[in-house]
C-alpha cells in the first residue's frame, strides 16, 4: 500500500465510480458514461503557508464527500485505485 501525502492546501480525492446505470434503467456504455466529478477525500495537506508563517486551516477533512470539476487537479492511479489531486479552492462543494 502506497501512502499519498499531499502538500499545503492540496487534498487527494478517492475519486467515485461513474454512473453505469440510469434513473430510468437504461446501461449506459463505458463511452457514454460521464466522467465522474465526485470522490470521498482520503487525505489533506497542512494547509496554505500564510505571510506571516501560520497555516490556513482546510474547509474540508478526511472522509468527506465532496463535488469537483470534471477537469479539475491531476489524475492517477495507485494499486489500481483511481485518485485526483487537487487543491482545496477546487472544490465546487460538499455533499452531507
Do not use: H, W
Request: some cysteine; overall charge negative; hydrophobic content about 35%.
Amino acid at each position: 500500500m502506497t501512502t499519498i501525502k499531499p502538500l499545503d492546501d492540496r487534498v487527494v480525492i478517492r475519486v467515485l465510480d461513474a454512473e453505469e446505470v440510469t434513473s430510468g434503467g437504461i446501461v449506459l456504455p463505458d463511452s457514454a458514461q460521464e466522467k465522474p466529478s465526485r470522490g470521498k477525500i482520503a487525505a489533506v495537506g497542512n494547509g496554505r503557508l500564510l505571510d506571516d508563517g501560520s497555516r490556513a486551516k482546510l474547509s474540508v477533512k478526511k472522509g468527506d464527500q465532496v463535488i469537483f470539476g470534471k477537469y479539475a487537479g491531476t489524475d492517477i492511479t495507485v494499486d489500481n485505485v483511481d485518485y485526483k489531486i487537487l487543491r482545496e479552492t477546487e472544490i465546487l462543494a460538499r455533499c452531507d
